[in-house]
């Protein structure tokens, strides 16, 4: 983050086409001024907001897990561990086939399922939340140890596999699964190779690992899992490619996969939504805390370029949505930012950016996940809620014994995730809007509940400065309540009927204004 002198805010927020209210101050007072306008920039259901939940996690079993999401406001679970889910098979209790790959690509086959597609499904419906799922593309139900997919005798994922889940979930069940998602970030399953970069590949014993081949199978899933349930969606794996870094080696071969999948006869048809997993900060090599705040002004550009690609692929009427399955500050390179209040702001900044810019839904990696790279005292934590897990740390002259808070307590972004589902709060449509003057470290976002409430985001991810803050009520509305988090808060502070002055650095607030009656 910048040292510099931040000048200190003032923001005013008016409705267009909604006079201030009587007796105003004239004039524009200095600093940051904001206007909340009327054009709808996306329609946002109830259910938008999400995490996911990796089955080799154990804490989902947790009995505190329910109430936890709840308090959250988190209406999705998605059925999605990462590498392994191209391993999974959800029959007899969940089980992982033997990695094609070998045992040394990531580690997957070792993540082993401690819970069951119904321990999963039964805690979503305890939380009153809708469930997505991430099916098996990779690997074929008659693999076993001792005899496994090999090159020579491959034994791929299975579309009859896929519909026996729709079967089980849907018809046996009665879960009323709606979205199933072909696969896992199957882009990286090796088809293509960058020099002097060497990751572990998405398991799939498909001989041919080609975009073009995925996009066929695709197609081939859909018809066998539509035909058991008409009314479920079918999503594809995409990587949201940054049309600002055409020649960045793994962004350019990310739109190769993109333009091939999409323009493979009857794909466009066939599938309900894009799944992309949205990491730019990290893709962008972006360490800082100041360059991983401000990373979320690039989610409009790269949105509006895969918008047009779906567009134009689909044609008209038929129009393919944007689901965001997995986001975060960090992947998988362990940084204090995953759980402090850079996490915590980005997530809010973030994902209200994404759903200003199009997408449907956003499932938050993850609910739990546990620390990383704990050989350092730097590990970080992708998860909302501690997994508790305790580390030798040896480095220069931090060694021993650390441990995580207890299992189930609330990193810093779950306090955020709190104010996000707050603003969204039954759906509602986000809300152009402009900020003129001020900092570049203030942000804001709007959102018009379905309730009629007009619930104004307002974000300083300023480390030292406070940034004052002037809300102008406009006519029709009344401040009913305003919940606040800044640095080192355990919960979010609630004020009814005023409206902050300032705000705290690194900090965020949603200012709730009620129609009056």
Not at 244 to 254: C, E, L, T
Not at 402 to 428: H, I
């Amino acid at each position: 983050m910048s040292k510099r002198i931040v000048a200190l805010a003032v923001a005013t927020a008016a409705l267009a086409g909604i006079a201030s209210a009587p007796g105003a101050a004239a004039g524009a007072p200095e600093g940051a001024e904001i206007t909340v306008g009327g054009r709808v920039t996306n329609t946002v259901s109830a259910t938008a907001i999400g995490v996911n939940t990796p089955f080799w996690n154990p804490y989902l079993k947790d009995a505190r897990t329910p109430g936890l999401l709840r308090k959250a406001g988190i209406r999705t679970l998605s059925f999605n561990a990462g590498g392994p889910t191209d391993l999974y098979h959800f029959d007899h209790g969940g089980w992982l086939s033997p990695d094609p790959n070998g045992k040394n690509n990531g580690g997957y086959e070792d993540l082993n399922p401690e819970f069951s597609f119904d321990r999963f499904a039964a805690t979503a419906r305890a939380a009153d939340a809708r469930m997505l799922v991430h099916v098996n593309y990779g690997t074929g139900p008659t693999d076993t140890k001792t005899d496994p997919s090999t090159p020579g005798h491959p034994k791929p994922g299975d579309p009859r596999e896929a519909a026996a889940w729709v079967r089980y979930a849907n018809k046996t069940r009665h879960y009323r699964v709606r979205d199933w998602v072909i696969g896992e970030e199957t882009y990286l399953n090796g088809w293509f190779t960058i020099p002097g970069r060497d990751f572990p590949h998405e398991p799939d014993a498909h001989p041919d690992k080609s975009p073009a081949a995925y996009a066929r199978n695709v197609i081939s899933y859909a018809k066998a899992m539509k035909a058991v349930d008409p009314g479920i969606r079918i999503g594809i794996e995409l990587f949201p490619y940054d049309p600002s870094k055409p020649d960045q080696p793994i962004n350019k071969a990310m739109k190769e996969w993109d333009d091939t999948v999409l323009n493979t006869p009857g794909l466009a048809r066939a599938v309900d939504f894009a799944d992309i997993h949205w990491y730019h900060a990290a893709f962008s090599h972006k360490q800082s805390d100041g360059d991983v705040l401000a990373d979320t002004a690039a989610t409009g550009p790269v949105l509006r370029a895969l918008r047009t690609d779906l567009d134009r692929a689909s044609g008209p009427g038929h129009r393919i949505a944007v689901t965001v399955g997995e986001s975060n500050s960090a992947t998988l390179n362990a940084t204090q930012q995953q759980d402090n209040a850079v996490g915590a702001l980005y997530l809010l900044d973030n994902n209200l950016s994404l759903l200003e810019n199009g997408a449907s839904d956003i499932d938050w990696w993850a609910l739990y996940n546990g620390p990383l790279n704990t050989g350092t005292a730097n590990w970080g934590d992708l998860g909302l809620l501690s997994s508790g897990a305790c580390f030798t740390v040896d480095k220069g002259d931090k060694k021993g014994k650390q441990c995580q808070p207890p299992v189930g307590t609330p990193f810093a972004p779950y306090y955020t995730m709190q104010l996000l589902t707050t603003a969204l709060k039954g759906g509602g449509s986000t809300l152009a809007t402009a900020v003129s003057g001020g900092s570049d470290t203030f942000t804001t976002h709007a959102v018009r509940r379905a309730d009629g409430t007009l619930a104004v985001v307002v974000v300083n991810k300023d480390p030292r400065q406070t940034q004052k803050i002037h809300l102008n009520l406009p006519r029709g509305y009344r401040a009913d309540r305003t919940l606040t988090w800044q640095q080192g808060d355990k919960d979010p502070a609630t004020q009814h009927g005023r409206v902050p002055s300032a705000l705290a650095p690194y900090s965020a607030a949603v200012v709730l204004l009620a129609p009056r009656d």
